[in-house]
């Protein structure tokens, strides 16, 4: 896919001439193409590159898209529809951004509608929906066609009132008759000519409004204040509101101040002023009641203006100077140091030299949770020109980042992968910390992309540097640094007088075989806990499994509950008392006893973050434990509370799955546990063993900061395993050499190219011949050597689709990868064009994870 994104200016002589102009439009559909839409005349002038417009997309569909090119050519194939609206007169999206998601779909074989889609905040995107309105023709008195009960209460809702053309959404027509099944009365009226659907847009982007109040103009004046003091006298309650508003508002020492006022609210709901005495005041005109438009991200006084100053160490120092001096000669640089190096602090020092030569810059981190600390030390540094974006922030608030990224209001940003399609289009520096972590990489839907990825080729388009910062860096960042084409900077010591930590393995068979267990500890992770808690030091305990228990089985019969629609076992909760899928959310009832056979000897097997965190509650019952997984964090700001407990030392012992692992900087921690090593290590994936070290060294590194000497403990029941003794020497170099080889000489990334394509039905054996054919066709064109399937996964069916895997190598090199994708493009149409494949799913994955 080749775009150009091009303005055709008219000539001024033939703009005269009523120029006939036609705009390139991205629909937010999944199209293997733009569509090309006819600009009015009378709207000419008002038509913007990357700016919204309405078009008709089919017989009825009104779709707001995303204009890609405005030129002078009419499409070949088909007549070209008018525009209907432009919504914007001034860009939403950027030109980088246009070039940038041409190359995310070609790159990652999805649609530019699935990037759009993607991209977008969804409150961006103006929807659609269905509106009932009364038929013009219709006249109750001489209509030909009696009404049901129901109909008619339906044609009543939408006589009343004054309103002309008075018209109900789907879900008040529901609301109107009381029930559930209300289609078929609307259907009926329809076919009736009593009412007609029609399509309204609405932009769903509403901006933050609070209503405030002000002491009227005329009474600013001190002499008329005196005479208003006087008329209050006798009415105390109106006299401590005005009172309490002077408090607030310095009325005489600045005239502005009053003309800003301060939120209702703030008067309303103080103790001891009445509300009605407010009202009243309003009422007669000494206060005065407006609306303003405020930003959903105030700021505190102290944080306008950055207030926070460091000094880098010696050490700190030549390390950023060595980056500094990398970018000189290259444009990506990779900063390998240590767990708790002091990374964040150089990142801050070259975000101030970015800002000061007027750039923008994006921070990126692989987790939510990871920003609640990271924010904090930047909000005190960059104050009012950082901005913050990720997923648990609403729809508007999103928005209001976009546009402040539009406007230059935010100058860094911080967010998780998302964050990549912002639009920037000045931007000096991205900084992608904790670039080696799978989080960065998105799943489903398409596109598939990977925010490390779109973030070096964004930073390519924009001519500026990015900075990749790990303690374990992905073997391919790692390859392409030793092979000259990243720059290398390395930090070898942790930040101040803290050394590393000691890291003990413990084998789970010995205790599990001398009976020492306890519960899911074994005797020495559960005495350096308690030494742990006896110093008033904190402790992270490490599970890779969140809920109660993996299944629960029937002693009796041998029956484990199945998920109805995917092929794995349900997962205990014991809070909710309920057994559910993390594949698709399907949850059921605890069962009193076996439903096969009847028996109540139903167990639980196995154990996940829940279940430590209760044993911990029953054998430590004086620490205060608290759990950090999927289930715990749902809510908006329930990571920044789970932290904010655990650095003021209110908890004692965290439990958490890999969130715990991803870059939080505790001073007080000693102590991290990793409770069940084997599950990481045996999976069946050729990353398995860089995952596993990557995750026990950076889940290690949460220890001993502040100059506290930490400690480790893995419990594995495979000590022998040859990863282990990397993890506890820290020796990343040897670790990369034996993996390098490793994928070598089995033909894996880095040396070769992987895509992973997924056939998904509802049937399994109409899903079973579409991969035939698929890969057939990808042999065909790529060779059998290239071609690796069809065979189902490990988990064979997800959300009632049966699943076939077809696994592509290719070669890196650029000519040969483009031309392979365009073959694998044209193998996926073959499919796509039979018949009795038309309801199979296709999924490509570029570079999976």
């Given at each position: 896919?080749?775009?150009?994104?091009?303005?055709?200016?008219?000539?001024?002589?033939?703009?005269?001439?009523?120029?006939?102009?036609?705009?390139?439009?991205?629909?937010?559909?999944?199209?293997?193409?733009?569509?090309?839409?006819?600009?009015?005349?009378e709207?000419?002038?008002?038509?913007?590159?990357?700016?919204?417009?309405?078009?008709q997309?089919?017989?009825?569909?009104?779709?707001?898209?995303?204009?890609a090119?405005?030129?002078?050519?009419?499409?070949?194939?088909?007549?070209?529809?008018?525009?209907?609206?432009?919504?914007?007169?001034?860009?939403?999206?950027?030109?980088?951004?246009?070039?940038?998601?041409?190359?995310?779909?070609?790159?990652?074989?999805?649609?530019?509608?699935?990037?759009?889609?993607?991209?977008?905040?969804?409150?961006?995107?103006l929807?659609?929906?269905?509106?009932?309105?009364?038929?013009?023709?219709?006249?109750?008195?001489?209509?030909?066609?009696?009404?049901?009960?129901?109909?008619?209460?339906?044609?009543?809702?939408?006589?009343?009132?004054?309103?002309?053309?008075?018209?109900?959404?789907?879900?008040?027509v529901?609301?109107?008759?009381?029930?559930?099944?209300?289609?078929?009365?609307?259907k009926?009226?329809?076919?009736?000519?009593?009412v007609?659907?029609?399509?309204?847009?609405?932009?769903?982007?509403?901006?933050?409004?609070?209503?405030?109040?002000?002491?009227?103009?005329?009474?600013?004046?001190?002499?008329?204040?005196?005479?208003?003091?006087?008329?209050?006298?006798s009415?105390?309650?109106?006299?401590?509101?005005?009172?309490?508003?002077?408090?607030?508002?310095?009325?005489?020492?600045?005239?502005?101040?009053?003309?800003?006022?301060?939120?209702?609210?703030?008067?309303?709901?103080?103790?001891?002023?009445?509300?009605?005495?407010?009202?009243?005041l309003?009422?007669?005109?000494?206060?005065?009641?407006?609306?303003?438009i405020?930003?959903?991200?105030?700021?505190?006084?102290?944080?306008?203006?950055?207030?926070?100053?460091?000094?880098?160490?010696?050490?700190?120092?030549e390390?950023?100077?060595?980056?500094?001096?990398?970018?000189?000669?290259?444009?990506?640089?990779?900063?390998?140091?240590?767990?708790?190096?002091?990374?964040?602090?150089?990142?801050?020092?070259?975000?101030?030299?970015?800002?000061?030569?007027?750039?923008?810059?994006?921070?990126?981190?692989?987790?939510?949770?990871?920003?609640?600390?990271?924010?904090?030390?930047?909000?005190?540094?960059?104050?009012?020109?950082?901005?913050?974006?990720?997923?648990?922030?609403?729809?508007?608030?999103?928005?209001?980042?976009?546009?402040?990224?539009?406007s230059?209001?935010?100058?860094?940003?911080?967010?998780?992968?998302?964050?990549?399609?912002?639009?920037?289009?000045?931007?000096?520096?991205?900084?992608?910390?904790?670039?080696?972590?799978?989080?960065?990489?998105?799943?489903?839907?398409?596109?598939?992309?990977?925010?490390?990825?779109?973030?070096?080729?964004?930073?390519?388009?924009?001519?500026?540097?990015?900075?990749?910062?790990?303690?374990?860096?992905?073997?391919?960042?790692?390859?392409?640094?030793?092979?000259?084409?990243?720059?290398?900077v390395?930090?070898?010591?942790?930040?101040?007088?803290?050394?590393?930590p000691?890291?003990?393995?413990?084998d789970?068979?010995?205790?599990?075989?001398?009976?020492?267990?306890?519960?899911?500890?074994?005797?020495?992770?559960?005495?350096?806990?308690e030494?742990?808690?006896?110093?008033?030091?904190?402790?992270?305990?490490?599970?890779?499994?969140?809920?109660?228990?993996?299944?629960?089985?029937?002693?009796?019969?041998?029956?484990?509950?199945?998920?109805?629609?995917?092929?794995?076992?349900?997962?205990?909760?014991?809070?909710?008392?309920?057994?559910?899928?993390?594949?698709?959310?399907?949850?059921?009832?605890?069962?009193?006893?076996?439903?096969?056979?009847?028996?109540?000897?139903?167990?639980t097997?196995?154990?996940?973050?829940?279940?430590?965190?209760?044993?911990?509650?029953?054998?430590?019952?004086?620490?205060?434990?608290?759990?950090?997984?999927?289930?715990?964090?749902?809510?908006?700001?329930?990571?920044?509370?789970?932290?904010?407990?655990?650095?003021?030392?209110?908890?004692?012992?965290?439990?958490?799955?890999?969130?715990?692992?991803?870059?939080?900087?505790?001073?007080?921690?000693?102590?991290?546990?990793?409770?069940?090593?084997?599950?990481?290590?045996?999976?069946?994936?050729?990353?398995?063993?860089?995952?596993?070290f990557?995750?026990?060294?950076?889940?290690?590194?949460?220890?001993?900061?502040?100059?506290?000497?930490?400690?480790?403990?893995?419990?594995?029941?495979?000590?022998?395993?040859?990863?282990?003794?990397?993890?506890?020497?820290?020796?990343?170099?040897?670790?990369?050499?034996?993996?390098?080889?490793?994928?070598?000489?089995?033909?894996?990334?880095?040396?070769?190219?992987?895509?992973?394509?997924?056939?998904?039905?509802?049937?399994?054996?109409?899903?079973?011949?579409?991969?035939?054919?698929?890969?057939?066709?990808?042999?065909?064109?790529?060779?059998?050597?290239?071609?690796?399937?069809?065979?189902?996964?490990?988990?064979?069916?997800?959300?009632?689709?049966?699943?076939?895997?077809?696994?592509?190598?290719?070669?890196?090199?650029?000519?040969?990868?483009k031309?392979?994708?365009?073959?694998?493009?044209?193998?996926?149409?073959?499919?796509?064009?039979?018949?009795?494949?038309?309801?199979?799913?296709?999924?490509?994955?570029?570079?999976?994870?």
């Open positions: 896919m080749s775009l150009s994104f091009d303005f055709v200016q008219p000539a001024p002589e033939a703009a005269a001439d009523r120029v006939t102009l036609f705009a390139d439009v991205i629909l937010p559909l999944p199209l293997p193409r733009l569509y090309t839409y006819r600009v009015p005349f709207l000419n002038d008002q038509v913007v590159i990357g700016g919204r417009v309405l078009v997309f089919g017989a009825k569909r009104t779709l707001s898209c995303i204009v090119a405005v030129h002078q050519t009419p499409p070949a194939a088909y007549q070209a529809k008018y525009i209907l609206e432009f919504i914007d007169d001034a860009p939403v999206v950027t030109q980088p951004q246009l070039k940038l998601f041409a190359w995310i779909a070609e790159y990652y074989l999805c649609t530019l509608g699935e990037v759009i889609n993607a991209a977008l905040p969804s409150a961006l995107k929807s659609s929906e269905s509106r009932v309105q009364l038929h013009p023709a219709f006249e109750p008195d001489t209509h030909p066609y009696p009404l049901g009960e129901q109909e008619q209460k339906v044609v009543d809702a939408l006589s009343s009132g004054q309103e002309e053309g008075k018209s109900l959404t789907f879900t008040e529901g609301e109107v008759l009381g029930i559930a099944s209300f289609h078929k009365y609307i009926s009226l329809m076919q009736k000519d009593v007609f659907l029609f399509e309204h847009l609405k932009d769903k982007y509403a901006p933050k409004v609070v209503k405030k109040v002000r002491l009227a103009h005329r009474y600013v004046a001190e002499a008329a204040l005196e005479e208003l003091f006087g008329q209050l006298a009415k105390a309650k109106q006299l401590d509101v005005v009172m309490r508003y002077l408090q607030r508002v310095p009325v005489y020492q600045n005239e502005h101040a009053n003309h800003r006022g301060m939120d209702k609210a703030a008067l309303t709901s103080a103790p001891h002023l009445s509300p009605s005495a407010v009202n009243t309003i009422k007669n005109g000494i206060l005065e009641q407006f609306d303003q405020v930003s959903r991200f105030p700021l505190d006084e102290d944080d306008a203006e950055a207030n926070m100053h460091f000094t880098l160490t010696d050490t700190q120092v390390a950023r100077d060595a980056v500094m001096r990398e970018f000189q000669a290259k444009d990506i640089v990779l900063l390998h140091g240590v767990t708790g190096a002091g990374k964040t602090e150089i990142y801050i020092d070259l975000i101030k030299q970015a800002l000061d030569g007027g750039g923008q810059v994006l921070y990126l981190l692989p987790e939510i949770a990871l920003t609640a600390q990271i924010v904090t030390r930047l909000m005190r540094v960059f104050g009012s020109r950082l901005g913050v974006y990720h997923s648990k922030f609403s729809d508007n608030e999103r928005v209001e980042v976009w546009n402040g990224v539009l230059g209001r935010f100058q860094v940003v911080v967010g998780v992968r998302s964050a990549v399609f912002l639009p920037f289009d000045n931007l000096a520096l991205t900084i992608v910390d904790e670039e080696h972590e799978s989080s960065y990489k998105q799943y489903d839907p398409a596109p598939r992309y990977n925010a490390r990825e779109v973030a070096l080729m964004m930073a390519h388009f924009q001519g500026s540097k990015t900075l990749l910062g790990s303690a374990t860096p992905a073997v391919e960042t790692y390859y392409q640094a030793r092979a000259g084409r990243y720059g290398l390395s930090l070898t010591k942790r930040f101040g007088e803290a050394g590393l000691e890291i003990v393995l413990v789970t068979r010995k205790s599990r075989e001398q009976k020492t267990m306890l519960n899911h500890f074994t005797p020495e992770l559960m005495a350096e806990m030494s742990k808690l006896a110093q008033q030091e904190q402790v992270i305990l490490f599970q890779n499994r969140r809920g109660y228990a993996p299944f629960i089985n029937c002693l009796d019969c041998g029956w484990i509950p199945k998920c109805t629609n995917c092929a794995v076992s349900l997962s205990y909760h014991k809070q909710a008392h309920e057994l559910r899928c993390h594949y698709c959310g399907h949850h059921d009832r605890m069962p009193t006893q076996c439903p096969a056979c009847g028996s109540r000897n139903v167990k097997v196995g154990f996940g973050t829940e279940k430590i965190e209760d044993d911990l509650k029953v054998m430590l019952p004086a620490a205060q434990v608290q759990r950090m997984d999927l289930d715990t964090t749902r809510a908006k700001n329930s990571y920044q509370q789970i932290i904010s407990d655990f650095e003021q030392q209110k908890t004692n012992i965290l439990v958490g799955t890999q969130m715990v692992t991803k870059g939080l900087d505790f001073a007080n921690v000693s102590l991290v546990g990793i409770i069940n090593a084997d599950s990481i290590i045996h999976y069946p994936d050729f990353r398995a063993h860089e995952r596993a990557q995750m026990f060294v950076q889940v290690s590194g949460r220890a001993g900061r502040k100059g506290k000497k930490g400690r480790v403990i893995i419990q594995t029941a495979d000590p022998e395993q040859v990863i282990f003794d990397k993890v506890m020497r820290n020796d990343y170099l040897e670790f990369y050499e034996y993996e390098i080889t490793q994928r070598r000489e089995h033909g894996y990334p880095p040396f070769m190219r992987i895509i992973r394509l997924t056939v998904k039905h509802v049937d399994v054996t109409v899903g079973e011949r579409a991969a035939l054919l698929l890969t057939q066709e990808l042999v065909d064109r790529l060779g059998r050597e290239a071609v690796l399937g069809p065979e189902a996964p490990y988990i064979f069916r997800i959300r009632n689709f049966y699943l076939q895997e077809i696994t592509v190598k290719l070669s890196r090199e650029h000519t040969v990868l031309a392979a994708k365009a073959d694998i493009m044209a193998a996926l149409d073959v499919v796509r064009d039979q018949k009795e494949f038309k309801q199979v799913r296709l999924a490509a994955d570029v570079d999976p994870m």
